[in-house]
């Protein structure tokens, strides 16, 4: 209970410290509206006869866990970890993932949602208030995640395009009977009642063709765009509808919506795992899935699956925890929702393989081949693989219809939970504008619109060539990892690791385990460099179908993807070290003190 006394105490001091503090760090002489621009005040907090809408939290503390289980938890769980762990030595791959989940995944989700929880500020303002010399990586974050929401979305037009496909007396990837089939498409479930045929040289399966020849219909080469697929445009319009409806009441439509859009795809990945392991070869896929070779670990690429598959699928440095954590009341207990979050979050990827595995072993066997030559990641994964499985099943269009309802279901939150955090980070910079009236919902439409009229770009026949220039500059491992990098020397060389495992204390009423204060000092920047600099040294640019080389423009591009978001933390650094007076040293100093109004820990009380 002296934690609790500590807290209400703490009321009575804030104004002292508020005054202590401000007469020593401004010690160095400037103008008032100089002082005011150098401690960065949040303009939150400046009075106005104007009445403004409250910030608001979470209702309760499952719509929290619900949201960041939403946002972790996606579609790179289903197809993206389960092929990196069959491609990089089966069991074996577990061992660089631990060591990357415990030595950068856990420690940098705590730090962002505690520094959520602790300065109730999203991703820009949280940054200004603890070190302001770093905001840039607020921006820089917040661009990343614009750029995830306007292509991760397209995945979504094509689920909805399957989901529609589904309603049919017979699945349209089930046969070879349709207008857009060729010759070569051969039906391999055939095999079973009529031994007598032979596979034909070349034969591609209904399911590949439906998905390239109806679906996206794509053109030979980036320089054909095509015209644009009114399905899928239509299909892509309908997810933005959803999305902002799911949005744009703020946390109280989104905290509503995860009760659903969270729980459902477990619901289905159970029936589909239960269903894949009742088929013939799915002992031989999951043994591909989980046999050990160790001589795989002296690969380095292993290692640097495993820390980028980390920064992927915990969705940590985009400012997204950040932002659902500042909803939390200040006596949350963040630090077991991040353990218990980032467990599940691991759990259901390795769970995922088994559904996974179990279908691609049956598809090797099925179609008489290797498994090896089955097994992708990617859309091709989730658009070929399951549906196949799926066509399998007794009722197909009743399993289909619940499958795809799961894909939507999983890229729906983690996109509205992303355009959640975005709204967030823009709306704290300008409170007082944002929460008058319907401003927020407007200004949400307006993004809203934009994406969407960009992303038809990626609905046209030609399309999927901006999708994957999209795919792999926008949301880059190294962008990601350089903020992690910057993230923990800000943390923890900066502000102090001592400092915020303080405020966690403060916050949770005990003291977490210090691993945490070393991680965030030592071993996360340590980790994240090694996988940066070996990023850097085996960077290959991006091939399509890792044969069609893109056009000198469309590498520009895609460094345009990368740098606009990467550059925003130097150049803001130079911005903000140019506007401000004094010596450089005196400059630093202002630029590296955090706002003196945030709430004391019981350490910080002590001397007073």
Known sequence: MIWLQANSFKSGFLNFRTTSASISDMAIQY?????????????????????????????????????????????????????????????????????FLFGCGIPLFLLEISLGQYTSQGSITCWRRICPLFEGMGYGSQVVVLYSSIYYIIILAWAFFYLFSSFSSQLPWASCSNAWNTESCFEFDRLDSFSNLSIPQNATSPVKEFWERRVLNITGSMYELGSVRWELALCLLLAWVICYFCVWNGVKSTGKVVYFTATFPYVMLLVLLVRGLTLPGAIDGIVFYLYPDPTRLADPQVWMDAGTQIFYSYAICIGCLTALGSYNKYNNNCYKDCVYLCMLNSGTSFVAGFAIFSVLGF??????????????????????AYPRAVAMMPIPQLWAICFFIMIILLGLDSEFVGLEALMTAITDM???????????????????????FIGLVMVTEGGLYIFQLFDYYACSGMTLLLFAILQSVCVGWIY????????????????????????????????????????????????????????????AIGWWFT?????????????????????????LHVLCTPASDLPLSMTQMAPL
């Open 496 to 555: 102090g690791a001592d400092r915020l495992y303080n405020n966690i204390a403060d916050m949770i009423g005990y003291q977490p385990l210090p691993i945490a204060k070393y991680c965030w000092k030592y071993i996360t920047p340590v980790l994240c460099s090694g996988t940066f600099i070996f990023s850097l040294v085996k960077f290959t640019p991006l091939k399509f179908n890792n044969t069609f080389e893109y056009p000198w423009w469309g590498y």
């Open 363 to 384: 598809m090797a066997y099925e179609q008489g081949t290797d498994i090896s030559t089955v097994a992708e990641s990617g859309p091709g994964l989730a658009f070929i």
């Open 430 to 452: 300008y409170p007082q504008f944002f929460l008058m009236g319907h401003r927020r919902k407007f200004f949400l439409l307006l993004i809203c619109i934009g994406s969407f």
């Open 563 to 587: 740098l606009s978001s990467t550059l925003m933390v130097p150049l803001w650094m130079i911005y903000v070290l140019l506007r401000s007076r004094g010596s450089l040293k005196e400059r």
């Open 31 to 99: 103008d008032p509206e100089m002082q005011f621009k150098l401690t960065y005040a949040d303009p939150g907090i400046i009075k106005t006869e104007q009445k403004t809408q409250e910030r608001g939290q979470w209702s309760s503390k499952v719509e929290f866990l619900l949201a960041v289980a939403g946002q972790i938890i996606g579609l790179g769980n289903v197809w993206r970890f389960p092929y990196l762990c069959y491609k990089n030595g089966g069991g074996v791959f577990f061992i660089p993932y631990v060591v």
